[in-house]
């Protein structure tokens, strides 16, 4: 009799933990506020504190600066004449109109840094030149202007301006093709225009609040730097390229700013959490915080308003103010962690996403976990990139020392007035002569990188140049 009781009462235990991890939010949330179990008693009291908690942690996130509307997501104004919204329209129209054969897109994917074409892809390259003129006007109208300001409605959820991301990277690519196209005529100050004109479309895609944007635009200055990268490798031991290439390095020094999207990405997903309090008739067709999450969002976490009684409403609606609040302090911590010195921010951030990956998976803690460690690595995507584009100037650098002196520097300090740093280390940028060349890096995240020795060549991940190329 005594077994029996006492697995009939195991057997309830099981059942009880089970309704809170399985079933519709208001079910796990009834299971929860039925169960003895000190755990749940005290989750319970988070989440009937959630009101209070969400509105200490809104007001502490508007003196740190987070944007919590939509209308704190408006972009700063461009006057007519100098805005680039409508030739962006243009040629999203006319990729529309004229979309690149998948033949094109392959190819454009595969220039990769020192993949110079071969005379085969040239040759298959070249004829699109005039075939695409059209498209070729709408880029050229989009760079022209320096300023822009995208018209958004951000309100109805989801993340605009996608049709501009994919149109972006396809003129970025192509604008690289045109470059390395160039210089295999030979003409070495087009090739480097052609690169240089990549710059304004990163900006202009990154203009967009949120780190969606930006990491788009950090791809776009990407395929800007692999473009110089696989010029200095082909054509670095020219008279004027190298000098070219630092030149136009150091004029488009990034401007993208992590924190600021970090800032404004706060703002998207607090009008996400008010479209969850919506009623599902009311969502709108996109997906709940589509683009913002890696993976997406787990249903049992949602609700419908209108489906339920007055007291099941009331407790998902103090459960998702519970959840947007730990949401937001974690957000705050990783803000503030960007504003400090750029050597120390990228450790900082590594360290609190992984604290954060470690928290206990209660649903309380789902939307923080989803949410903020991608968009935190856009921080150390911006640092890579920074650091790439540093690495190519001081490999200019030691070129143009090489046309200037007949052989290259012994140290980077012969061949630059001012030695850039390795913002990983502090310390200048590591660089040796290897052979008839040289190899230069950073050290990277781990403090301890190493390029691989000659014949391997060097990951496009990795942030380092070998001159020549094997």
Known sequence: MRCALGLALAVSVLLLRSACSAGTLAERLQALSHSTRPDDIALLEQIRAGKAALASQRESARRDGLKLAFTDLVPASA?????????????????????????????????????FPTSAELARLR????????????????????????ARDWSGGGIPGASEHSAGLLAAGWLRARALLAAADGDD??????????????SHLASDPGV??????????????????????????RAG?????????ERHGSRLRPTGALETEAALVAGEFRR????????????????????????????????????????????????????????????????????????????????????????????AVRLLPGAWDVFEEDLRERTRQAVLVCAAS????????????????????????????????????????????????????????RPRAIARTDVAFRYPEP
């Open 398 to 453: 030691a070129l143009e020392y090489r046309v200037a002196h007949g052989r290259f520097p012994r140290s980077l300090d012969e061949a630059m007035p001012r030695v850039l740093l390795d913002p990983y280390s502090n310390r200048a940028y590591q660089y040796r002569i290897e052979g008839n060349g040289f190899v230069l890096h950073s050290l990277g995240t781990s403090g301890r990188y190493s390029p691989p020795p």
């Open 79 to 115: 006057p007519a004449g100098e805005n680039a919204a409508t030739a962006w329209s243009t040629l999203v129209w006319c990729w529309r109109r004229h979309p690149p054969p998948p033949t094109l897109r392959r190819l454009l994917t595969a220039l990769h840094d020192g993949h």
């Open 276 to 367: 969850l309090r919506e009623p599902v008739s009311r969502r709108g067709r996109l997906p709940l915080f589509g683009g913002l999450m890696v993976e997406p969002l787990d249903p049992r976490l949602t609700f419908d308003p209108a489906s339920l009684g007055p007291a099941d409403r009331s407790l998902c609606a103090a459960f998702l103010d519970a959840a947007e609040a730990r949401y937001l302090a974690y957000a705050r911590r990783g803000v503030a962690v960007t504003r400090q010195a750029i050597r120390f921010a990228g450790s900082a951030l590594h360290e609190l996403a992984i604290e954060l990956r470690q928290v206990p998976r209660q649903p309380l803690n789902e939307f």
């Open 241 to 249: 390229v190298a000098r070219r290439v630092r030149g136009i390095l």
């Open 212 to 237: 969606r944007s930006l990491r788009v635009g950090l791809e776009v200055r990407g395929i800007a730097a692999s473009g110089f990268a696989t010029l200095l490798q082909a054509r670095g031991s």
């Open 189 to 202: 100050s087009r090739a480097c225009a052609a690169l240089e004109s990549i710059f304004p479309i990163a």
């Open 127 to 150: 004829p699109l030149g005039a075939e695409q003129s059209t498209v070729n006007a709408a880029i050229s109208r989009v760079v022209a202007r320096r300023k822009c300001a995208f």
